[in-house]
């Protein structure tokens, strides 16, 4: 027989546990006194529910004397004698098939969101309402301008950071004057593009993740659908017309600046004559290769917009999700950036 | 000893930027009763609530929430006091990370960490058994359907027993099967612990089903307020349109194109 205390609350019952553990040891049939219980709590009767849990098969906990209100109190909770299993653990395997299937998944969703695009700007010079030219200049605003500063900050501090460096190579065989060369090349070829693709990757590429994400969880797109119009169309044509325009003048400027940074290092630190500079950077630099870093811009820009918009899209469930899908595209950009770039260079270098 | 009101609200002024919300709300809610706010969309209903719960602070007036006034509490002091009450927001409000059993366990193991793990996990079996939702314990909120997610909400804001539990529109967007078993749970808890319950709704079944007492808000002011019956009464004009399910939509017209094109040139 064991007699439990007046109140039975949650206060009460952390205490008891080990005492109730200790009394009853490995009896099998157990009678408890309620007698003098008269406030029970969820947490107390959870405590009977865990004893009368413990009991073997067919057995019950005897309780006696329970006040009325405790009766009452008792009636109201159900117990739950079987729980439901958890699910059970998925293999290695089955994840990494999964895993496969989603990205299957993913990739056929992006080629179609390619394909839309790419129907929706031929089909759009054709129609006159294909295209949002206000919605485009709005987001020319959005990607284009505002990203202007921070792209040419770290450009310009790039620029002036590979003239740093080189000029303890070229000094010591007394070739400062190719620094030149160096920036220029590198800066319009490869660096360039590439700084301003990674910064608008994480500064427009995640906003437009985000922002389609939210419009998917909270039905706006399955609401533009109903209206009959077609999502890419209305959302996401204008945000890649506004890029392929925006990101070649971005590039230009961060080119332009991360040169400067380099002239400035150059001039100051390394003894080159601004003249020497700029001629033997005119000797260097052909349009060939500013024209390859205009190109590779506008490749990036629409990678970085179409996987964003790809990620957003495909967003199911709440708040979170919108989360996982902005890192993802930012994550995915970025690697497809890289990945594009050198295969660009590639193409370039091997096709002359 | 327990204070005779959970609820006092003494001319509550809400702001949101430069517009007044509410204008010197007057509300009252007794131990034990099913209080609930009614009004239109857009009257202050949900900001009342907010207020209530301290998520909002007042522009004017003063909040006293089991007796304790909101503005002079300290934060422990304000603790204590949400530890005795639960609230069912309007969307669920669960978090989608963790399984419907770990979001009902959540303030258990936070509230009262010296429960064994054994105790937590009886008591949410229980809660979640109460909502009948056991089958779905395993799974996260995004795998549940609307009124599961109401539901499981509902089991969380119960895991401590609360003193007080506040509504935000508990049957909007479902269907009247589930709005009326979940009113009818509401009610259960009300006449089985004697848990003072504060619904905001705007449905009229809701509020037939469950009330005892109604605060009617219009405009950000309180129109009536008193037992369901009373008011329902009063033959205000507010009350009598909304009770009678008359709106105001499309009054902002000056009559129709028909009665216009009838007049002949302009209204």
Request: with cysteine.
């Amino acid at each position: 027989m064991l007699k439990l205390p007046a109140r039975l609350t949650r206060h009460e019952v952390a205490a008891l546990g080990a005492a109730i553990d200790a009394a009853l040891g490995r009896r099998e049939s157990v009678s408890i006194d309620l007698g003098d219980v008269c406030e029970l709590d969820s947490a107390g009767v959870a405590l009977l529910a865990g004893l009368q849990r413990r009991m073997s098969a067919g057995e019950r906990l005897q309780i006696t004397h329970p006040r009325p209100e405790v009766v009452k109190t008792l009636a109201l909770f159900p117990f739950v004698d079987r729980t439901p299993a958890a699910p059970v653990e998925q293999s290695v395997t089955e994840r990494v098939g999964e895993w496969a299937l989603v990205a299957r998944e993913a990739a056929l969703d992006y080629l179609v969101l390619c394909a839309d695009v790419a129907w929706f700007c031929v089909a759009g010079l054709f129609r006159g309402r294909g295209i949002r030219w206000s919605q485009v200049a709005f987001e020319m605003a959005s990607m284009g301008s505002k990203a202007l500063g921070v792209v040419g900050l770290i450009a310009f501090l790039v620029g002036g950071t590979i003239a740093l460096q080189s000029a303890l190579q070229l000094r010591q065989f007394g070739a400062n004057i190719f620094v030149a060369d160096l920036i220029s090349v590198s800066l319009t070829r490869e660096l360039g593009p590439l700084m301003a693709a990674v910064v608008v990757a994480g500064r427009s590429g995640s906003a437009v993740a985000a922002e389609l994400a939210t419009m998917t969880i909270t039905e706006e797109v399955d609401a533009i659908r109903t209206l009959g119009l077609h999502p890419v169309r209305f959302l996401v044509l204008p945000k890649f017309i506004a890029i392929s325009i925006t990101q070649p003048l971005v590039t230009v400027l961060a080119d332009a600046l991360g040169i400067g940074g380099g002239f400035l290092v150059a001039i100051t630190y390394l003894g080159v004559g601004p003249g020497a500079f700029l001629a033997r950077m005119q000797q260097a630099l052909l349009v060939k290769d500013l024209l390859t870093g205009l190109f590779k811009s506008v490749l990036f820009a629409q990678l970085i917009v179409t996987i964003g918009a790809t990620c957003g899209m495909r967003t199911r469930g709440g708040a979170d999700a919108v989360g996982r899908s902005t890192t993802t595209s930012v994550v995915a950009s970025i690697f497809a950036v890289i990945v594009a770039d050198a295969i660009c260079s590639m193409i370039f270098y091997f096709g002359g | 000893m327990t204070h005779p009101l959970s609820v006092e609200v003494r001319g509550l002024v809400a702001r949101y930027a430069d517009t007044e919300v509410l204008h010197g709300v007057d509300l009252e809610v007794r131990r034990g009763e099913v209080h609930v706010i009614v009004g239109g969309s857009g009257c202050g209903k949900s900001t009342l609530l907010r207020h209530i719960i301290g998520l909002l602070r007042p522009a004017a007036g003063s909040v006293r929430l089991l007796g304790v006034d909101q503005a002079s509490a300290d934060e422990p002091e304000w603790e204590r006091v949400l530890q005795r009450i639960g609230v069912l927001f309007q969307g669920g409000a669960l978090i989608n990370s963790l399984s419907l059993f770990d979001n009902v366990a959540l303030p258990l193991r936070e509230r009262a960490p010296d429960l064994s793990a054994a105790i937590v996990r009886e008591i949410v079996l229980m809660k979640v058994a109460q909502v009948g939702l056991l089958q779905a314990l395993h799974l996260t909120p995004p795998q549940l359907s609307g009124g599961m997610r109401k539901r499981a909400a509902l089991a969380r804001a119960m895991a401590l027993d609360p003193e007080v539990l506040f509504c935000d529109e508990p049957s909007a967007g479902l269907d009247p099967v589930t709005a009326a078993d979940l009113d009818r749970l509401i009610l259960s808890l009300n006449e089985r612990f004697g848990m003072s319950i504060v619904v905001v709704t705007h449905e009229l079944a809701s509020i037939d089903s469950i009330a005892s007492h109604v605060t009617m808000l219009a405009a950000g002011r309180v129109v009536a307020t008193g037992p369901l019956a009373e008011v329902k009464r009063m033959d205000r004009p507010e009350i009598v349109a909304f009770f009678n399910r008359v709106g105001k939509l499309g009054a902002d017209g000056a009559g129709s194109v028909l009665e216009a094109l009838q007049r002949g040139g302009r209204a």
